[in-house]
């Protein structure tokens, strides 16, 4: 059976991999502006600067703002994080808890969330990311959103200047790439190929944007995140060869 060690997983050179420090982690999140034409005109023309190299000619910055803005920082924003950690209840068994902040005003949501990490911290001084592209994605659109609201960056959050061992992020799709970094495989890929099953609900990422800003269904968001939080703890208990998370393991605090 495929497996890593626990120190190749290591979260450094020297620190094997514990399961009770790791946060599992993903966000969702959606444009700024539910449509194009609410953007303030310079915002415009920045927008069609950010995406000059990027978008297909047969597109608009108008017809790209929907399907891409809410995957940069500078023009998105979030609206729910999911986040979740390792324990073992008192029969040794283990457990996983999920923990979610959820709102329409992002500063509340990231102030509850930088506060429930830092008492995260002072329980598991230690303790890191992990999550399906958290490296380049969740973690960075996290950092980038605080500064915009004006919110300090803890200092568990600064990278700059670190080398790879130094950080503390463990990361599903880059333990994946073994070396390949011109691949990406999406967290449903990845559970499909380590059989690991999957939500089979009709929502996916490219839905947030619809369900948030036509359907108004924050809840909905939130199962999915949920969702992709489990997906992910799933894939690094079948990385490092432990066995399944049951369901009635998991579960969802208020």
């Known amino acids: 059976m495929f497996y ?6 290591a979260v450094n050179r020297t620190t094997p991999l514990n399961l009770k420090h790791l946060l599992v982690l993903d966000i969702e999140t959606v444009p700024s502006y539910e449509h194009y034409n609410d953007l ?12 000059s190299k990027t978008m297909p000619e047969k597109n608009s910055p108008e017809e790209w703002y929907p399907q891409r803005a809410g995957i940069m920082a500078e023009f998105g924003r979030i609206i729910c994080i999911s986040t979740g950690f390792f324990y073992y209840d008192t029969a040794e068994r283990l457990c996983f808890r999920i923990k979610t902040y959820a709102h329409a005003d992002e500063k509340k949501l990231l ?34 959103r605080l500064m915009m609201n004006n919110m300090q960056l803890p200092a568990f959050m600064q990278f700059s200047g670190k080398k790879p061992w130094e950080t503390n992020l463990l990361d599903t799709m880059q333990l994946w790439k073994f070396g390949d970094y011109k691949n990406y495989t999406s967290l449903k890929l990845l559970a499909a190929a380590l059989n690991i099953e999957t ?17 108004k269904n924050l809840n909905k968001i939130v199962a999915y995140c949920q969702k ?4 992910t703890a799933r894939i690094i208990l079948r990385m490092i060869n432990e066995s399944p998370l049951p369901d009635a393991n998991i579960f969802i605090a208020d």
Do not use: C
Not at 228 to 231: L, T
């Open 4 to 9: 890593f060690s626990e120190q190749i997983i």
């Open 111 to 144: 102030k509850q969330f930088v506060e429930k990490l830092e008492s995260f911290q002072k329980a598991v001084p230690d303790f890191y990311f992990a999550g399906h592209n958290v490296k380049e994605f969740d973690i960075p659109f996290i950092s980038r």
């Open 40 to 51: 303030p005109d310079h915002w415009k023309v920045l927008w069609a600067d950010k995406i």
């Open 228 to 231: 992709d939080v489990v997906a």
């Open 199 to 215: 939500s089979k609900d009709d929502m996916d990422g490219s839905m947030v944007r619809d369900v948030y800003y036509k359907e």
